[in-house]
């Protein structure tokens, strides 16, 4: 529990090195402790989703 209060969550990219920057940012934003911090909701989200990469193009590469 304390560690969920206090410490800082992993960037994505350390999970899977394929995702975008701006991604691995969004995700993070979503995971801040204070609520202030975060997005206010689902629609501000999407909105940031509809304007960046979720991977870097050599992972979309990949997959196709």
């Known amino acids: 529990m304390t560690k969920h209060l206090t410490e800082k969550p ?4 350390f ?3 394929d995702v975008t920057e701006q991604f691995a940012e969004l995700v993070l934003h979503m995971l801040a402790k ?7 909701d689902f629609h501000d ?3 940031k989703l509809r304007s ?9 590469e990949k997959s196709q």
């Not at 992993?10 to 990219?13: H, I």
């Not at 609520?35 to 206010?40: A, T, V, Y």
């Not at 960046?52 to 979309?60: G, N, S, W």
């Open 10 to 13: 992993s960037s994505p990219k």
């Open 15 to 17: 999970y899977n090195p």
């Open 34 to 40: 204070k609520k202030e911090d975060r997005p206010r």
């Open 45 to 47: 989200v999407l909105m």
């Open 52 to 60: 960046i990469r979720i991977y870097t193009p050599k992972a979309e």
